[in-house]
């Protein structure tokens, strides 16, 4: 190689590393970790995290380990979903830099990357944050007609500590909430193999009449109304108590919350006692939109018996502590679990054949 081709190589050299890192800067000014697809919060480690605190303008929300699982600070320590909370964190690790900019205070506001926005602060056992984020607003490829509906093809973010830079990434962290119905664990209660099921409204207006007590003498065996010889329509006596058998929870009140104001003060009260030897004496409220206010009370030792006797007593140790934890709390539970079971007595009368034989 000669003198000359050797000098051309080495300006060649030159100018294309220089390109190289212009186009760098230009990605990414200032970036940590100096370049793009790099990890955001890169000293996180989903195992130091004990609590997850999300504020937002209006609300704030703490998810935090207590008693070995997570729970919820704002709903009295209802338990949290595991596997959403787990799920979250291990996504925070693992975001990436999808694009990166110098940004002054008005571009942060803009994006709603300040007070404005959403705060995550990822905290360890000391209670002291490990790392953290402000989620802003959503990012979309083309806009969508309804951008507050839709999801989203990744977010503006920006790291606490960081207030020089605004990020992109393609994650739209829809989890990022302070809506406890997003984060609680929905299991309810399952009132199984009912023996015997009263519904009593509360004195007032249109409540004469409209209470009910059914019974059966044994799992298979066909309902009747108590005290009385008047016919029964068997499939809506049947939903009436099969609704009972898995209830799932919408959501939980606040600790605050009257019973006035949920309706608890003058409820409708719903007792179911099983075949097993359980009782299960629901308090109902209020509809809040979609959803009644409601408590729930269990009483009782449950003492299966059959064939499958050994199997329920095993399900019951595991399920029943669980259930009974419910009762200190204000649930919401989904008004179409309920529509069966709290129909009129009237709407439980067979329908009268008037055809002449």
Avoid: C
Avoid at 64 to 89: M, N, Q, S, Y
Avoid at 325 to 334: A, D, G, K, V, W
Wanted: no cysteine; aromatic share 6%; charged share 30%.
């Amino acid at each position: 190689m000669n003198a000359r081709i050797a000098a051309i190589l080495v300006v060649l050299l030159v100018v294309l590393g220089g390109g190289a890192l212009l186009i760098q800067q230009r990605s990414a000014p200032g970036a940590p970790g100096g370049a793009l697809g790099q990890p955001l919060l890169p000293t996180l480690k989903a195992a130091e995290v004990t609590a997850l605190a999300i504020k937002t303008p209006k609300d704030s929300l703490t998810l935090e380990i207590k008693g070995g699982r997570w729970t919820i600070a704002e709903r009295d320590g209802f338990p949290a979903d595991f596997d959403k909370v787990r799920d979250f964190v291990i996504k925070a690790t693992g975001l990436k830099i999808g694009q990166a900019d110098e940004a002054g205070e008005k571009d942060r506001a803009r994006l709603l990357l300040d007070a404005g926005g959403t705060r995550i602060e990822f905290r360890g056992a000391d209670g002291k944050p490990l790392a953290g984020l402000f989620a802003g607003k959503k990012y979309f490829k083309t806009e969508p007609d309804n951008p507050e509906k839709a999801i989203g093809d990744g977010r503006y973010v920006a790291v606490l500590g960081d207030d020089k830079h605004v990020f992109l990434i393609s994650d739209p962290l829809t989890q990022a909430n302070t809506k406890s119905a997003e984060w609680i664990d929905h299991k309810g209660f399952a009132a199984e193999k009912v023996k015997t099921l009263e519904v009593r409204y509360p004195e007032g207006a249109g409540a004469t009449g409209s209470s009910y007590k059914i019974e059966r003498s044994g799992d298979n065996a066909d309902w009747k109304f108590t005290g009385s010889g008047e016919k029964l329509d068997a499939p809506k006596a049947n939903a009436a108590s099969y609704s009972l058998s898995l209830i799932e929870l919408a959501d939980v009140a606040p600790k605050e919350a009257k019973p006035e104001d949920t309706g608890l003060d003058k409820p409708t009260v719903v007792t179911a006692s099983t075949f097993d030897g359980l009782t299960y004496t629901l308090k109902i409220g209020k509809l809040a939109g979609e959803n009644y206010y409601a408590t729930v009370a269990i009483e009782g030792e449950p003492k299966p018996e059959g064939k499958d006797a050994a199997e329920r007593a095993k399900k019951f140790a595991e399920r029943l502590p669980r259930e009974k934890s419910l009762e200190r709390y204000t649930l919401l539970i989904p008004k179409s679990k309920l529509e069966d079971t709290l129909k009129k007595r009237a709407d439980l009368v067979a329908a009268k054949d008037d055809k002449k034989k």
